[in-house]
C-alpha cells in the first residue's frame, strides 16, 4: 500500500487518479479509526478582497461524509478484510457520486442505479463469497436484518437501507443489540471498537 500522505489537518488522499471529483478522503480520528468522506470541487468564483483591494480566485468545494470507517493499524485477519470491504463500497459511492455530477454537468446518463442498498450490497457480496466461514456472513447479516425488524426506530430500514444512514448510533445500538442475544467472543465488545467481531 503507498504511504499515506497525512495533511497538517489529519486528512489524506486515498483516490488513485487526482483528476476524479469527487474525490474520496479520509481523516484520522483520535479512536484508531478513519473516518471516509468525499471532497467534491464545484468550481471558483472571484471575490472582491477588501485588504487586497482586488478580486481574487475563491475555490468552491463540498465535503460529504459517508459514515464509513478503516481501522488505521488493523491487527486481526477480520479488521483487515472489514477494511477492504468498506474501501471496496466507498469507492462504488464515490464512483456513483462522480456519474451523477457528469449527468447534470454534462447531461450523461447513469448506466446504474444510484442508491445503493447496504443489505442487498452485502448480500451480493455473500453471494459471491468462497471462503470456509460463510455461515458466519450470513448469520451476520440475518442479526442485523433481525435488528433493524426488532428496533422501533430503525424498522424503517427493513426495505432499504443506504451506508450514509448507518450513523454511529445505529452502530452503539447495533452492538448492544448484539450483546443482549449472543454469547461467547462474539458478543464481547467493549464499546471502544464497534463491531469488531461482534457480528457473529
Do not use: H
Not at 481574487?56 to 493499524?73: D, F, G, H, I, Q
Request: net charge positive.
Amino acid at each position: 500500500m503507498a504511504k499515506k500522505e497525512v495533511r497538517c489537518d489529519g486528512t489524506y488522499l486515498i483516490s488513485a487518479d487526482k483528476t476524479e471529483n469527487p474525490k474520496l478522503y479520509a481523516r484520522m480520528l483520535t479512536d484508531g479509526r478513519e473516518s471516509l468522506y468525499l471532497e467534491y470541487y464545484l468550481g471558483y468564483s472571484l471575490v472582491y478582497n477588501e485588504a487586497k483591494d482586488k478580486n481574487v480566485t475563491k475555490v468552491e468545494r463540498r465535503k460529504e461524509p459517508l459514515s464509513l470507517y478503516l481501522w488505521t493499524a488493523p491487527r486481526t485477519p477480520l479488521e483487515r478484510q472489514q477494511n477492504k470491504e468498506t474501501l471496496e463500497l466507498a469507492k462504488k459511492i464515490r464512483y456513483e457520486r462522480q456519474q451523477e455530477l457528469l449527468e447534470k454537468g454534462e447531461g450523461y446518463r447513469l448506466k446504474k442505479d444510484r442508491q445503493i442498498d447496504f443489505i442487498e450490497y452485502f448480500q451480493a457480496y455473500i453471494n459471491g463469497y468462497t471462503k470456509k466461514d460463510i455461515r458466519m456472513m450470513n448469520i451476520a447479516l440475518n442479526r442485523f436484518k433481525d435488528f433493524l425488524k426488532d428496533t422501533p426506530e430503525y424498522t424503517k430500514y427493513l426495505n432499504g437501507i443506504k451506508p450514509e444512514q448507518m450513523d454511529k448510533d445505529m452502530m452503539v445500538a447495533f452492538t448492544e443489540y448484539l450483546q443482549s442475544r449472543s454469547v461467547g467472543e462474539g458478543a464481547r465488545c467493549d464499546g471502544k471498537r464497534p463491531l469488531q467481531g461482534c457480528c457473529y
